[in-house]
């Protein structure tokens, strides 16, 4: 029995093996068939090509473009807030006082958190006056006057010159800070010619150094006045011969115009060698009077000439003067005497050319006659 089942066996090891059944191949879409020709069809039979990554390339490659990162985008900027609308002034004056009690209220705290000594030292706001124009100071000088002017009480004139007074400084203060145009002196020009009598007054006596206290505003004022001499000078001798101006405006022109003339006069006659050489022998400065008195003072005739060419606003002083002391005009008789008496101040005092025209005035008008 297992000899029958190795042989059969042994018989299918060496049987040949049978060959694969071809699979069916694909079905094709049937294509016309071409017309016989007699020429035999020489088209080159084309060869599978290799996939596209295998193939070489004639042309030369080109580099890939790199993607560049781009940085994020911008944030939107903030809403910028409209600047802030400078405040519509009613009032000049009041805004001012607005602006004081403000400082002053912040520099209190100040003091308060630093305990600082009291009384505070006095502090000047220039920041808070930057919004205002020099004309809007005059402005607030006009509503100022006329706030103290409107108030009932039958107050004495003294104490109400006294609060204008005050009040003008208060505004005129910060004038030099904001003046940056001619324009701006000759608005101060036009009050000194004319307006009210106490604004009148303050400018005039700040004209020159002296006559009034030291601030800001008188040197503002003094620098133009030399820039601008002749046409100060002109404004106060038709103040000085005004028989119908201010008497109080009047005092203050004819004290200041003098001055105005003899600054000039003086910065001459110091000048000269032989009054440089009295000042050094002596000690103190020489007068121009000691020019009247024959042998004591001599001085160059450059120098001479030089005074003898400011005697005409001299002369121009002195009969602007004049006008008051006729008595056809209005004018009180503490103000003429005054008035003769800058008129023989001028003659006594100083060397001028043409001296007996201003002679001739005081002989018309003697002292005992201004009654």
Known sequence: ????????????????????????????????????????????????????????????QQPKAVPVPQPPAAAAPPAQKEPEKPPVITNYWQHINEILATEAARRTRYDLKTKTKYPPPRSFPFDAFNHLKAKDLLRAVDE????????????????????????????????????SEDSDFTNILYRIQGSDPALQTYLIKRIV?????????????????????????????????DIMANEKVQRAAFETEYALLLEEYLD???????????????????????????GILTVSPDTLTALEQLSKGFHEYTTALAANLNPANARSVELRKEVRNWIDKVYTGLYLKDREAIKTILDQYPEDSLK
């Open 268 to 294: 001459v006659f110091r000048k000269d060698p032989a009054v440089v050489a009295y000042k050094q022998q002596n000690g103190k400065e020489a007068s121009p009077k000691l020019l009247l008195e024959p």
């Open 144 to 179: 100022s006057i006329q706030n103290v002017r409107m108030k009932p009480g039958g107050r004495p004139e003294e104490e109400i010159d006294h609060q204008i007074e005050v009040n003008i400084n208060t505004c005129l203060e910060y004038y030099p800070l904001l003046a």
């Open 1 to 60: 029995m297992w000899s029958v089942v190795v042989a059969f066996t042994l018989l299918n090891l060496f049987q040949p093996a049978e060959p694969p059944v071809p699979s069916a191949p694909p079905p094709t879409v049937s294509q016309p068939m071409a017309p016989a020709s007699s020429t035999p069809d020489t088209t080159p039979v084309p060869t599978p090509s290799a996939p596209a990554a295998m193939q070489p390339s004639s042309a030369p």
């Open 209 to 241: 150094p002296g006559l009034a206290d030291k601030s800001l505003f008188s040197d503002y004022l003094q620098d133009r006045v030399r820039r601008e001499r002749t046409d100060i000078q002109n404004a106060l001798t038709k103040i000085c011969g």
